[in-house]
């Protein structure tokens, strides 16, 4: 079976929410098995701490569903293989993150103490002598 046809037959026979199943992609960018397009890399200076932070978030969740992070052109979780088991690995991951990212509450409470740890931790350097 070819991998547009696998990943169709599981979307048909699996419950995926829809934010996460018009992000998984047969065809990845460096490999031959699924990809699920976390995040676009933006070039925007405001965005750069929230790539930073999704892209730890995203490094995490790979390790814990045995998934690859590669963040070449797009940040974006790759399957080891193009079995079953790997789409339902890569989607599990999918839902994770984006219920992270889009709990805004938690989130935003997150970056805030980031942003007071980064503060404190340069505020000797930019205040020294």
């Given at each position: 079976?070819?991998?547009?046809?696998?990943l169709?037959?599981?979307?048909?026979?699996?419950?995926?929410?829809?934010?996460?199943?018009?992000?998984l992609?047969?065809?990845?960018?460096?490999?031959?098995?699924?990809?699920y397009?976390?995040?676009?890399?933006?070039?925007?200076?405001?965005?750069?701490l929230?790539?930073?932070i999704e892209?730890?978030?995203?490094?995490?969740?790979a390790r814990?569903?045995?998934?690859?992070?590669?963040?070449?052109?797009?940040a974006?979780?790759?399957?080891?293989?193009?079995?079953?088991?790997?789409?339902?690995?890569l989607?599990?991951?999918a839902?994770?993150?984006e219920n992270?990212?889009?709990n805004?509450?938690?989130?935003?409470?997150?970056?805030?103490?980031?942003s007071y740890?980064?503060?404190?931790?340069?505020?000797?350097?930019?205040?020294?002598d």
């Amino acid at each position: 079976m070819k991998r547009l046809e696998i990943l169709n037959n599981y979307l048909a026979t699996h419950t995926v929410p829809e934010l996460v199943a018009k992000k998984l992609d047969a065809n990845s960018f460096l490999t031959n098995n699924f990809a699920y397009h976390a995040l676009r890399i933006g070039n925007s200076i405001g965005d750069n701490l929230d790539i930073s932070i999704e892209i730890i978030i995203l490094d995490e969740i790979a390790r814990k569903y045995n998934l690859i992070l590669n963040t070449t052109e797009h940040a974006e979780l790759h399957t080891q293989g193009i079995t079953e088991a790997d789409l339902d690995s890569l989607v599990q991951a999918a839902i994770l993150f984006e219920n992270i990212k889009n709990n805004k509450k938690q989130y935003k409470e997150i970056l805030r103490k980031i942003s007071y740890f980064i503060r404190k931790e340069f505020y000797p350097v930019i205040h020294q002598d």
